[in-house]
């Protein structure tokens, strides 16, 4: 009962923490849940798999609530979205084996070499600046599109 209660604060707490500090959440989520698991008794050599694949399961929600709300103030182009759909399945079901294939010790040095980027970033205050130019190449934005699935996965 009460591990239930801990995923709730979980939840409460990555989507606060998030909003403060302008980072996503699966930074906050994975290593929690990775803490949350092996306190449960999960199978150690199990446990990233488990914490990425849980981790995506629920940034899914929270991706397609942005995507609504998105949409409602008319800023989503949908010819990109298109152009890019295939390949961020694809990117998907690749990212998926490929993480299947590795071990959670690799798994989790990705994450912390990941996070280690993430505070360099933000110590840096490196901000991505919108590009003014727009490709309207189908092949540039289909492995746009496969290759952030992939890596997000």
């Known amino acids: ?23 996503g959440g699966g930074i906050i989520i994975v290593p929690v849940l990775a803490v949350l698991f092996a306190k449960q008794q999960f199978v150690a050599s199990h446990i990233q798999h488990l914490v990425v694949g849980t981790s995506l399961a ?27 759909a295939l390949a961020i399945v694809v990117g998907t079901f690749v990212g998926s084996w490929l993480a299947s294939q590795v071990s959670t010790y690799f798994l989790q040095w990705l994450f912390v070499v990941f996070l280690y980027c993430v505070v360099a970033q933000m110590l840096m205050k490196a901000e991505v600046k919108p590009s003014h130019t727009q490709t309207n190449h189908t092949l540039a934005m289909t492995m746009a599109g496969g290759l952030i699935r992939f890596v997000i996965h």
């Open 1 to 23: 009962m009460i591990i239930w209660l801990l995923y709730c604060v979980l939840g409460s707490m990555v989507g606060i923490l998030a909003g403060l500090l302008g980072v």
């Open 58 to 84: 629920s940034i899914m929600f929270t991706s397609l609530a942005s995507m609504k709300a998105h949409h409602e103030r008319e800023s989503v182009d949908w010819s990109i979205v298109r152009r890019m």
